[in-house]
């Protein structure tokens, strides 16, 4: 057919047929033959209002929230400092490959569509249709659930018998709508600044744990590793009596809590869809993944098992304790050493946490939507947008399952809601292992197609072997999530919570394939054009700026320069 196809260096060999000319010629794209994607007509467009800060802060934020700040007080007591550093480095590296697997496919041709977009290109519409559900699900559950927490942080200020919990609800769920309706612009704005707090919130704890640790707190108790050797850096789990079982059952179990304090890192993928310069913008959110893993994931809990024991009686206090301060393995760090006020101020940060946590996960379920929609498998009404590119439709839905949060107005059904967290989990691992399933199918039809992958802007490093080490792992973790429930009484409610969106997945995958009869894409027939000539041109002017900024500048290093190489890195 006389096709030149790109080799993502941008203005290099720009492709030769067009999305619409494509559609025509092939007669096979997976949009209907003679029509462009419905992300493209006039009123179904998002807004590319997204810049690159955005999108750096996005990725980060996302990812770091309660999970961090309060769920490793369960894990440090289960399992020890030890058990708590290896798991949170194994999963850490099992995100990375994630992240590099979606960022290759993203900076290839950032979809509108999302994951289910991409699932539906490279590898089968009934996979797409599945992770799309599956992360919608997890999104519609999880905003009514950070609503709920943050009720409960609320609390730890003022009793539910002054104020009833429903009202710190309602302000939560009005300030948000409110910021995803203004449009994306407004809401990266907003979400840069929410979690550059985040993230200096973070970083101020690690530094005053590295000083703790060090003996500079008023007990000038120079700690150390002494907690590593006395009570030990692996707890045994309790109810097995075998000591060596008994440690490797605790540090299994801390996977899935690891697990779930990285969810929501790749949902940055999201967003790709309404960035400006969106290959070279995700090149940069991508490669800085790994050092921020290591900075604020694996320090900051290398530095809490240096500072608490696994034993600490405030500890087993904390691990039963609400969504507050009072909960924060950092602050029992903090009142060990002499430290005051500052736990109002972790309850305070705990908060901002939540509020950011909130703001994105409305702006994710929101958007998963509006993919859904443009990908034909939902009405095509959720994918009308405004003018401000807000897919209102999609947002009014999402918005009608936060008032869900109002459950906490009921003390019974706040216990029972609690259970949802498991649910979150397991769609979340669902959708890693979906993610690196379409990038197989990517490389695969990226290799029958004559691509070469190593002069793409963005290829993801260590491939294939770290995706099949991800979805080794992915898999395992998602089968033995909740192994627990068979030591001692057995739960039957958190063992349906924790696999429930297995069943959940399967029917919506098998259940679509069947009904609308879909076939696996073939590697070689897979659409590599769609969209990306659109993608190219951006790219190409984009290069082209930048040639005329550096030609302007010089050999000087402006502001731009110096961004970029100090504290771009973090933010």
Not at 248 to 261: D, M, Q, R
Not at 511 to 540: C, F, M, N, S, W
Request: aromatic share 14%.
């Amino acid at each position: 057919m006389g096709k030149e196809y790109a080799t993502g260096s941008g203005a290099q060999s720009l492709i030769s047929v067009h999305t619409r000319d494509y559609a025509l010629e092939m007669q096979k794209s997976p949009f209907g033959a003679g029509t462009e994607p419905l992300a493209l007509e006039d009123g179904h467009q998002l807004k590319k209002d997204l810049k690159s800060r955005h999108i750096t802060m996005i990725a980060i934020g996302g990812a770091l929230g309660t999970g961090l700040l309060i769920g490793t007080s369960s894990s440090l007591a289960n399992a020890g400092p030890g058990s708590v550093l290896v798991s949170y480095s194994l999963v850490g590296l099992v995100v990375y490959f994630v992240m590099c697997a979606l960022g290759e496919m993203a900076s290839f041709i950032p979809l509108p569509e999302g994951f289910a977009g991409y699932a539906k290109r490279y590898c089968d519409e009934s996979l797409g249709f599945a992770v799309g559900i599956s992360y919608l699900c997890k999104y519609l559950i999880v905003s009514p659930n950070q609503m709920v927490a943050g009720s409960l942080v609320m609390q730890y200020w003022v009793s539910a018998e002054r104020v009833n919990p429903g009202v710190w609800v309602a302000i939560l769920l009005v300030v948000v709508v409110s910021i995803n309706y203004f449009g994306v612009k407004f809401f990266g704005e907003f979400e840069f600044w929410l979690s550059s707090l985040k993230v200096l919130t973070v970083l101020g704890l690690i530094l005053l744990l590295l000083c703790i640790m060090l003996g500079g707190s008023p007990t000038h108790d120079r700690i150390g590793f002494r907690y590593w050797h006395n009570p030990g850096s692996f707890a045994p789990y309790s109810g097995i009596e075998n000591q060596g079982t008994a440690k490797f059952v605790a540090f299994w179990s801390v996977l899935v809590t690891a697990v779930f304090a990285y969810l929501g890192t790749e949902l940055v993928g999201i967003t790709f869809g309404e960035a400006r310069n969106p290959r070279y913008t995700i090149k940069k959110a991508i490669r800085l993944t790994f050092y921020r893993i290591i900075v604020f994931y694996v320090l900051s809990v290398f530095l809490l098992g240096c500072c608490v024991a696994y034993n600490d009686p405030q500890l087993m206090t904390a691990k039963s304790a609400s969504t507050s301060a009072s909960a924060s393995p950092f602050v029992v760090a903090i009142r060990n050493a002499d430290i005051s006020g500052l736990p109002h101020l972790i309850n305070a940060c705990v908060l901002l946490f939540i509020f950011s946590a909130t703001n994105s996960d409305l702006y994710i379920a929101t958007r998963n939507v509006y993919a859904l929609s443009a990908n034909g498998m939902f009405p095509e009404i959720f994918s009308r947008t405004n003018k401000r590119g807000v897919p209102v439709y999609a947002l009014i839905f999402a918005s009608l399952f936060c008032l869900l949060a109002f459950m906490v107005c009921s003390s019974s059904s706040s216990k029972i809601f609690n259970y949802f967290v498991n649910v979150v989990s397991i769609f979340g691992l669902i959708t890693w292992i979906s993610i690196l399933v379409t990038y197989i199918y990517f490389c695969r039809a990226v290799k029958a197609q004559g691509y070469d992958r190593k002069k793409f802007i963005y290829y993801a490093p260590l491939q294939p072997y770290g995706t099949w080490f991800s979805l080794f792992f992915c898999c395992l973790i998602s089968i033995t999530k909740s192994f627990t429930v068979f030591i001692g009484e057995f739960d039957y409610k958190t063992f349906i919570t924790s696999y429930i969106g297995i069943p959940v997945f399967l029917i919506a995958l098998f259940g679509y394939k069947i009904i609308k009869k879909t076939k696996t894409v073939k590697p070689e027939e897979a659409d590599l054009v769609t969209y990306k000539d659109v993608i190219d041109l951006e790219t190409e002017e984009f290069e082209r700026l930048e040639e005329e900024r550096k030609a302007a500048r010089g050999g000087k290093k402006d502001l731009g320069w110096f961004y970029d190489h100090t504290v771009g890195y973090v933010f």
